[in-house]
């Protein structure tokens, strides 16, 4: 069984940054694709960044520039760096790697305070 723990969320004011970190129980080199996603309050949840295995990472509009999106397979770790945080990012965030199948993260809350 694969687990994927989250951490890094928290409370921070607008302008200030996080970094959530996504440990995996299996070796993540190789894995087909890494993403994260949030799901806020009353709203589906959506994909927030992804990076296919050897491929370039992918952002949604909302938070190009500002996030980014990386891993460490020394420490099976997926790495999301949220930078100039807006309230309108507060949600839970979820990690995804996909190998055989998709495995998803328990999630992590996110608030950012104006």
């Known amino acids: 069984q694969v687990r994927l723990v989250e951490s890094g969320g928290g409370l921070v004011q607008a302008g200030g940054s996080l970094r959530l970190s996504c440990a995996a129980s299996r070796s993540i080199f190789g894995a087909d694709n890494i993403a994260w996603y949030r799901q806020a309050p009353a709203k589906e949840r959506e994909l927030v960044a992804s990076q296919r295995y050897g491929g370039s990472a992918n952002y949604a509009d909302a938070v190009q520039g500002r996030f980014a999106i990386s891993r460490s397979y020394a420490q099976n770790t997926v790495y999301l760096q949220m930078n100039s945080l807006e309230p309108e990012d507060t949600a839970v965030y979820y990690c995804?790697?996909?190998?055989?199948?998709?495995?998803w993260g328990q999630g992590t809350q996110v608030t950012v305070s104006s």
């Open positions: 995804n790697i996909r190998w055989d199948e998709d495995y």
